[in-house]
């Protein structure tokens, strides 16, 4: 396997874990392993946010965005970059809420050691927006290696 395999790969193995990994995360709250929720979310976050800078710069070193899909006849279709950039809109947009979502929670989580009333409704309704936002980054970027390496 090249590096720009292994390094797509990951990315996509990671895009597709976080969202199941917090759904688990979620389902703990019900258990009442509180602690347990916020270290997980925290880990899948960081992870995240961790590897797509990483891949942000190896895109960079590799030539700029689209030099890792050139190779592909799909390339210049009005198609392709059609669903090239709702999937990297749907991120950016997704990992802005996810980023904002954890800083305030984190905030209040330290402050009141719970999620204070109104805050805790905020919570669960933007917590589902988050996980509903990383499923629609896992699929459009499934669709993209498809196109991009796999057809
Ligand atoms: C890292 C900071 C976080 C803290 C401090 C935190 C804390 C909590 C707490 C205390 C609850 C249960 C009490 C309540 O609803 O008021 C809760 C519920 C919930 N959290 Fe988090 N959480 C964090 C991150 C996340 C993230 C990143 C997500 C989603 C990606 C998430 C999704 C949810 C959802 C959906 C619920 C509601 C579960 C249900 O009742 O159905 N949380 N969180």
């Known amino acids: 396997m090249d590096l720009n395999s292994f390094v797509i790969t990951t990315m996509l193995s ?3 874990l976080a969202p199941i990994a917090a759904m688990y995360a979620v389902s703990l ?3 009442g392993k509180y602690k347990k929720h916020i270290r997980i979310q925290k880990t899948i976050f960081w992870i995240c946010i961790v590897a797509v800078l990483l891949f942000e710069v190896y ?3 590799s030539g700029g965005s689209g030099s ?3 190779e592909s006849i799909y390339t210049d279709t009005n198609f392709f970059k059609l669903i090239l950039r ?3 809109g749907g991120a950016i947009l997704t990992y802005l809420l996810w980023i904002a979502m ?3 929670s984190s905030r209040k989580y330290k402050m009141a050691k719970k999620l204070p009333g109104s805050f805790s409704k905020a919570h669960k309704s933007l917590g589902y927006l988050v996980i509903f936002g990383l499923f629609y980054t896992a699929i459009t970027a499934l669709i993209v290696c498809v196109f991009a390496f796999l057809l």
Do not use: F, Q, S
């Open 102 to 104: 954890v800083i305030i």
């Open 29 to 31: 709250i019900r258990k």
């Open 86 to 88: 709702l999937h990297i």
């Open 59 to 61: 895109i960079r070193i």
């Open 14 to 16: 990671i895009a597709i």
């Open 68 to 70: 890792l899909i050139k």
